[in-house]
């Protein structure tokens, strides 16, 4: 079974940097893009930011695009979001998720990690 | 940006009734559409995507229907398991972007 285990989470003050890590196992890893999904407590769902297979190519919304970034290690089967500058609006609970390979959806999700930014 | 405009915002329903389930687009997405659930506490679960594919796993009873700027979620003869909310994503272009939420509760 395919599994997605987030780490890193916790308080950090505004401001501040913090990196997510996300470790995969039991698929190949190389052969999915993966993305970053986040929520904000009783709120929706917000997409963070993707990387392509090989990691050359990123996508991040307007909102953490220069403050936030994605990157993989293929031969750790890693991902992780380094998240920089960090304000209250990031609060949240922070997915990973493997890119289903028939589009940019996502079939696996991890279970979450918890970061809450406040002085 | 394309806009998801979900609706209705929560609904109730009794054990073995069908719904439904709408989002709208600001623009054309081609049925690149996905439908997730998802339960407190727990991770968002992929039901639907492409518009009308059932993901594996999923059971029969969920099933997507839509073209251009309209989708719709059918969930056929509820069970208690079927509460939580529902999301539709659309997977067309960046920013990748999501409704914002149905809530199911079962009677």
């Known amino acids: 079974e395919v599994q997605l285990v987030e780490s890193g989470g916790g308080l950090v003050q505004p401001g501040r940097s913090l990196t997510l890590s996300c470790a995969a196992s039991e698929f190949t890893f190389i052969h999915y893009y993966m993305a970053w999904v986040r929520q904000a407590p009783k709120k929706g769902l917000e997409w963070v930011a993707t990387?392509?297979?090989?990691?050359?190519?990123?996508y991040y919304p307007d909102s953490v695009r220069g403050r936030f970034t994605i990157s993989r290690d293929n031969a750790k089967s890693s991902l992780s979001l380094q998240m920089n500058s960090l304000k209250s609006e990031d609060t949240a609970t922070y997915y990973c998720a493997r890119r289903h390979t028939r589009g940019a959806f996502w079939d696996y999700w991890g279970q979450g990690v918890m970061v809450t930014v406040s002085s | 940006d394309i806009q998801m405009t979900q609706s209705p915002a929560s609904l109730s329903a009794s054990l073995g009734e069908t719904i439904s389930i709408e989002c709208l687009t600001s623009g054309g997405i081609s049925n690149y559409l996905a439908w997730y659930q998802q339960k407190p506490g727990k991770a968002p679960q992929l039901l639907i995507y492409g518009g009308r594919s059932l993901q594996d796993g999923a059971p029969s009873r969920f099933s997507g229907s839509g073209s251009g700027t309209q989708y719709s979620l059918k969930i056929s003869d509820i069970q208690p398991e079927d509460e939580g909310i529902y999301y539709c994503?659309?997977?067309?272009?960046?920013?990748?972007?999501f409704g914002s939420g149905t809530k199911l509760e079962i009677k």
């Open positions: 990387i392509s297979s090989s990691g050359t190519t990123t």
């Open positions: 994503q659309q997977g067309y272009t960046y920013p990748l972007t």
